[in-house]
């Protein structure tokens, strides 16, 4: 079995200031580990991907995440956040059995002016 | 470009009737999923296809039913329609296995 926790259901940072989003996976396989975004009545879009390649990912709109098998944690971290990230975000893990995905909760990120 | 529909967009209906929510995908992908989302459970996957005729049971998959007659088609269809059954419906495809999943705009579906 596998599950996605996402440590915040919401963050609020200032425009210009970083962002770090946290997330924390279980899985009996070598896991495969997706971000997405999700802007307000869109669907999902692809921020970036683990599949056992590096360690640290880089993805669209300059996210990046860091895979740490030791701590299980997948976090999601941007240097200085724009007004256009405000959006929710998915953690999510691929068992790579079949491409069955599981989703976190969703972190909500708010940016301020 | 290929892409991934659905339609409709929006849809109010009465409790116990049947509704079909249509996927239309252009990626020539096998795998194409249904998922629910409701507030503070992220997506949670209803049912899944690998190809043509063949179907599986996600997570929540309890009144609700999909067939695949092509790669582009995976239609969810609500037997009886429940106020429960009141949510946002993604459809997603993929090709290989660990591949990233497309996903469709989304349904509202509000069952009245």
């Known amino acids: 079995a596998q599950s996605v926790t996402q440590l915040d259901s919401h963050v609020s940072v200032s425009e210009g200031t970083p962002v770090l989003l946290r997330c924390n996976y279980s899985s009996s396989y070598s896991p495969s580990l997706f971000w997405y975004v999700q802007h307000p009545n869109k669907g999902l879009q692809l921020l970036l991907k683990?599949?056992?390649?590096?360690?640290l990912v880089k993805g669209i709109n300059g996210f990046e995440a860091e895979f740490k098998k030791s701590e299980t944690s997948f976090h999601l971290t941007k240097p200085s956040a724009h007004m256009s990230d405000a959006a929710e975000y998915f953690c999510v893990v691929d068992n790579n059995a079949g491409n069955m995905l599981t989703f976190g909760g969703g972190t909500r990120l708010m940016v301020k002016p | 470009d290929a892409e991934i529909t659905q339609s409709p967009r929006h849809k109010i209906t009465e409790t116990g009737r049947q509704v079909t929510l249509a996927c239309h995908q252009t990626?020539?992908?096998?795998?194409m999923f249904w998922y629910r989302q409701d507030l503070g459970h992220g997506l949670r996957l209803i049912h899944y296809?690998?190809?043509?005729?063949?179907?599986n049971k996600g997570e929540v998959s309890d009144g609700y039913s999909v067939s695949r007659s092509n790669t582009e088609d995976l239609p969810l269809t609500l037997e009886s329609a429940a106020s429960s059954q009141t949510s946002v419906y993604f459809c997603?495809?993929?090709?290989?296995?660990?591949?990233?999943?497309?996903f469709g705009p989304g349904t509202r579906l509000t069952v009245t």
């Open positions: 990626w020539n992908h096998n795998n």
């Open positions: 997603a495809s993929s090709g290989d296995p660990g591949s990233e999943q497309y």
């Open positions: 683990y599949t056992s390649a590096a360690t």
């Open positions: 296809s690998y190809g043509v005729q063949d179907t």
